[in-house]
């Protein structure tokens, strides 16, 4: 089974830019959540998409957004991009309906702002 | 607010000593995850505790959910290289899905 899948791995845009970043699943999960990891920061939590709909949201500005697809690929926007949003991003897809929700996280994508 | 703190930060081990990281959550939790991030990767699910006062072991990896089920630790066991990585634990909280403590990024000198 393939693994979850995000797409570019590296970006390097400047300040002022918008950016959306892409999520495939693992065939089967549902559920597909975000996530900003820096070195200060660690790993916080942006929004889940289950069944296209956003079930929960981190703290974050309203300039990060998501949606997700009927075939459960998700899709993560920036915009108007500061210094501090360059990070890791990672996603993460699980079941969601089952009790033991284990997170399967994707490769991220590094995201620089110049 | 909603807080999961893991101590210690940083821990340098010489390879063959043992190794704990602690977990501490604001609130009492229904399961805690832990999940390994080796350098330049991503994390990866290691383990799902969900009973107080559970116990559960992975080779050399022993973990444990406190019984009143808001702290968590992971033992490892004459640690080797490959061991090397931070060590994240997190817990789902209301309208958060998960939240991660810090990490404990371990490192082992041959």
């Known amino acids: 089974k393939a693994g979850v899948t995000q797409t570019p791995r590296y970006l390097i845009k400047t300040r002022g830019q918008q950016v959306t970043l892409s999520c495939s699943p693992i065939?089967?999960?549902?559920?597909v959540s975000w996530y900003q990891q820096t070195p200060g920061q660690g790993l916080q939590f942006l929004f889940e998409y289950f069944s296209e709909t956003q079930r929960n949201k981190g703290n974050f500005p309203g300039r990060f957004s998501g949606r997700q697809f009927s075939n459960s690929r998700s899709e993560m926007n920036v915009s108007t991009l500061e210094l501090g949003d360059s990070a890791l991003y990672l996603c993460?897809?699980?079941?969601?309906?089952?009790?033991?929700?284990?997170?399967?996280f994707g490769p991220g994508t590094r995201l620089t702002v110049l | 607010g909603q807080q999961v703190m893991q101590i210690p930060q940083y821990q340098h081990v010489q390879e063959g000593e043992d190794f704990t990281t602690y977990c501490n959550s604001s609130?009492?939790?229904?399961?805690i995850q832990w999940y390994k991030q080796r350098p330049g990767g991503h994390p990866v699910f290691l383990i799902q505790?969900?009973?107080?006062?559970e116990v559960k072991k992975q080779k050399r990896l022993t973990f444990q959910f406190g019984e009143a089920k808001k702290n968590s630790s992971l033992h490892i066991t004459a640690t080797q290289t490959t061991d090397v990585g931070t060590y994240f634990c997190a817990g789902p909280f209301y309208g958060q899905n998960f939240v991660f403590g810090p990490g404990t990024r371990l490192s082992v000198l041959p």
């Open positions: 609130t009492t939790l229904s399961n």
């Open positions: 065939s089967g999960h549902r559920s």
């Open positions: 505790l969900v009973k107080s006062g």
């Open positions: 993460a897809s699980s079941f969601r309906d089952r009790r033991d929700n284990e997170q399967f």
